[in-house]
């Protein structure tokens, strides 16, 4: 059974910096790309960034520049560091992995099949 944690979220000010942390059970990252994304009440979920097996990275334009992913396949961890966080990346942040492995396509929400519980991150300006 494929289990995804997230951890790291908390309140922080504006202009402050989080880690997160996602851990898989049943599931090599190493393997396949993955996903964070992040969601607030009332909006769709929003791709925040991903990583290719091959460690490309892509980021939405919201948080290029200020958010990184990295990973330790040592571990089988992937991380989201957050760094000059802005009111508006107030959110529960998630990460996904895709189900039947590969690199899902930008935006393409529906090939991410193993999804953690979230984490919140608040940030006050």
């Known amino acids: 059974q494929v289990q995804l944690v997230e951890s790291g979220g908390g309140s922080v000010q504006a202009g402050g910096s989080l880690k997160l942390s996602c851990s898989a059970s049943?599931?090599?990252?190493?393997?396949?790309?993955m996903g964070w994304y992040r969601q607030t009440p009332g909006k769709e979920r929003e791709l925040v960034g991903s990583?290719?097996?091959?460690?490309?990275?892509k980021y939405a334009n919201s948080v290029k520049d200020r958010f990184s992913i990295s990973q330790d396949h040592v571990k089988n961890m992937e991380y989201l560091q957050m760094n000059s966080l802005k009111s508006e990346d107030t959110a529960v942040y998630f990460c996904?992995?895709?189900?039947?492995?590969?690199?899902?396509?930008?935006?393409?929400?529906?090939?991410?099949?193993?999804w953690g519980q979230g984490t919140q991150v608040t940030v006050s300006s």
């Open positions: 996904a992995a895709p189900r039947l492995g590969g690199w899902p396509r930008w935006g393409c929400e529906d090939e991410y099949g193993y």
């Open positions: 049943g599931y090599r990252f190493s393997s396949c790309g």
């Open positions: 990583i290719s097996p091959a460690d490309i990275r």
